[in-house]
C-alpha cells in the first residue's frame, strides 16, 4: 500500500462520500467550501493508517475497526472553540433570572436537585461556568438544593480535557480575579485546575447529539445549554436535535442556545424569552 502524499488533493466524489458519511454519523454538514479543512484533517488518518485513498479510508471506517476511528474521526472533524463566561450576556441572564426560575420551579415539584445539561460541553468551560455560578449561590439562592451538571460531547478528545480540568489562563478572560482565585488552584505558570469542589458537580460523558432514542437515557432537564453546535447542523437535524431536549424538559423548563442560532422559526413549542442583551426559551 502507498501512502497518501500530504497533498493529495480529495475528489469532489471522496468529498461527498465522505461528507454524507459524516453527516450520517453526526449531523455535522459540510457544504463544498469546507473541501479543504475535510481534506486537511483526514490526509493525516489517511497517512497515520497507512492507507492510499479515501474510498479505502471510508471502508476502514465501516469495518471491523471502523469503531475506534469513529473516535478519531469526531475528534479531527469537530471545532471545539469555547471559553469560560462565554456570552456574559446570556451567561448572566442565566445567573440573575433562569436560575432562579428554574429553582422555583423545581422546589414546587418538591425536588431539592436542580439539573443542568451543557449538550456539547467541548473541553468544559461551560459546564464548570454552570457550576461555579451555581456554587457561588450555595448560601443564599441554592440553599438546600444541589446541582448536578451533565456534560456531554461526542469528541473524546475535548471530554479528556474536560475530565482533568486544567485551565490556561487565555480561556479564563472573561472570570475575575476572585473567580479564578476561588474555584481553581494554580498548578503552574499558565495551569489552573478546576477545584474538587467544582469537577464533584459535573458528569462528563459521550453523548452523540443524533442518537435521538438515547435522550432519555438522560434523563430530565431544568436548563439545557446547547450553545455554538447547531450552526453546523443543517435544518432536518436541527429539528429533530430541538425535539428531543423539548422532551428532555421538565415543564416550563429552559433552552439556551448560542447567540446566532434562533430556533424561534422552527415553532416546536418553546416561548422566546428577552434578557438584557441575550435571549432564551422556555417549554411551553
Ligand atoms: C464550538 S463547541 C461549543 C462548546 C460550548 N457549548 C460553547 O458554546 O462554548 C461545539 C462542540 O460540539 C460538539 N459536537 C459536534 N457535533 C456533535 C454531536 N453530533 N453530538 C455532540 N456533540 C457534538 C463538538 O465536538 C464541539 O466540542
Excluded at 5 to 31: C, H, K, W
Excluded at 212 to 221: N, T
Excluded at 230 to 253: C, M, N, R, T
Aim: net charge positive; with cysteine; hydrophobic share 40%.
Amino acid at each position: 500500500m502507498t501512502a497518501l502524499p500530504a497533498n493529495t488533493q480529495m475528489s469532489l466524489q471522496d468529498f461527498l462520500a465522505v461528507r454524507d458519511f459524516i453527516y450520517g454519523r453526526t449531523g455535522i454538514f459540510f457544504n463544498e467550501s469546507k473541501q479543504y479543512f475535510l481534506e486537511n484533517r483526514l490526509n493525516r488518518r489517511i497517512q497515520d493508517l497507512n492507507l492510499s485513498s479515501y474510498r479505502e479510508y471510508l471502508a476502514h471506517l465501516q469495518g471491523l475497526g471502523g469503531k475506534d476511528e469513529l473516535t478519531q474521526l469526531f475528534n479531527e472533524i469537530t471545532t471545539n472553540e469555547t471559553s469560560f463566561w462565554r456570552n456574559p450576556p446570556q451567561i448572566e441572564a442565566f445567573q440573575k433570572n433562569i436560575l432562579h426560575e428554574a429553582v422555583a420551579l423545581a422546589k414546587a415539584r418538591g425536588s431539592s436537585r436542580l439539573r443542568i445539561w451543557s449538550a456539547a460541553c467541548s473541553s468544559g468551560e461551560e459546564p464548570y461556568t454552570l457550576a461555579m455560578i451555581c456554587a457561588e449561590a450555595r448560601d443564599g439562592l441554592m440553599r438546600g438544593m444541589q446541582a448536578e451538571i451533565v456534560a456531554t460531547d461526542i469528541s473524546e478528545r475535548v471530554l479528556a480535557l474536560a475530565r482533568e480540568g486544567v485551565y490556561g489562563s487565555y480561556t479564563l478572560r472573561n472570570l475575575t480575579p476572585a473567580q479564578v482565585k476561588g474555584h481553581f488552584i494554580q498548578q503552574g505558570p499558565d495551569a489552573f485546575k478546576v477545584r474538587p469542589e467544582l469537577q464533584q458537580m459535573v458528569s462528563f460523558r459521550n453523548f452523540n447529539l443524533v442518537d435521538y432514542p438515547g435522550y432519555r437515557m438522560l434523563g430530565s432537564f431544568d436548563v439545557i445549554f446547547c450553545r455554538n453546535v447547531l450552526i453546523y447542523f443543517d435544518e432536518a437535524v436541527k429539528i429533530k436535535v430541538i425535539k428531543g431536549f423539548h422532551e428532555s424538559l421538565q415543564p416550563k423548563a429552559f433552552l439556551l442556545v448560542g447567540h446566532s442560532e434562533s430556533i424561534h422559526s422552527f415553532n416546536v413549542g418553546f416561548e422566546l424569552l428577552h434578557f438584557s442583551k441575550a435571549m432564551g426559551y422556555r417549554k411551553r
